[in-house]
């Protein structure tokens, strides 16, 4: 959760919220003896489609944010690209040693998911 951008927080909020109203809404349903002191809305349609609402909501805001539609690609702690971004800027340079080096040094794991007997062989063939 430390690491969670204001993107994700919106996201697990709604999905929290969508949540709570499912709960309340069984609890009033199971309850007529509360169903009498609850607001109108509460028996609304609205009321019925929020959890939907939100649901879809928070899963567009998801999707959105892990495409790089919303927000930033950036870790909140360290401040540096994630590793998927990083990986992907050599996008359109060919594959040398030099380019493989580079990623693997600029990455905490190797480039491109090789284990690092896995990137030492692929070098000793390039």
């Known amino acids: 959760m430390r690491d969670w951008t204001p993107w994700e927080w919106i996201a697990y909020a709604c999905l929290c919220v969508a949540s709570m109203i499912i709960a309340a809404d069984t609890g009033v349903r199971l309850s007529p003896e509360l169903a009498v002191h609850v607001p109108d809305f509460v028996h ?3 009321w019925g489609f929020a959890p939907l609402a939100l649901v879809v909501t928070a899963t567009a805001v998801l ?6 539609w919303v927000g930033s690609k950036v870790q909140a702690d ?3 690209p994630k590793q998927d971004a990083v990986a992907s800027s050599n996008a359109g340079q060919p594959d040398t040693k030099e380019t493989a080096v580079k990623s693997a040094n600029r990455l905490s794991t190797p480039a491109r998911g090789f284990t ?4 030492q062989c692929w070098l000793a063939m390039k």
Do not use: E, N, R
């Open 116 to 119: 690092t007997p896995q990137l």
């Open 78 to 80: 360290k401040g540096q």
């Open 44 to 46: 609304g349609a609205i």
């Open 63 to 68: 999707v959105a944010h892990d495409f790089g």
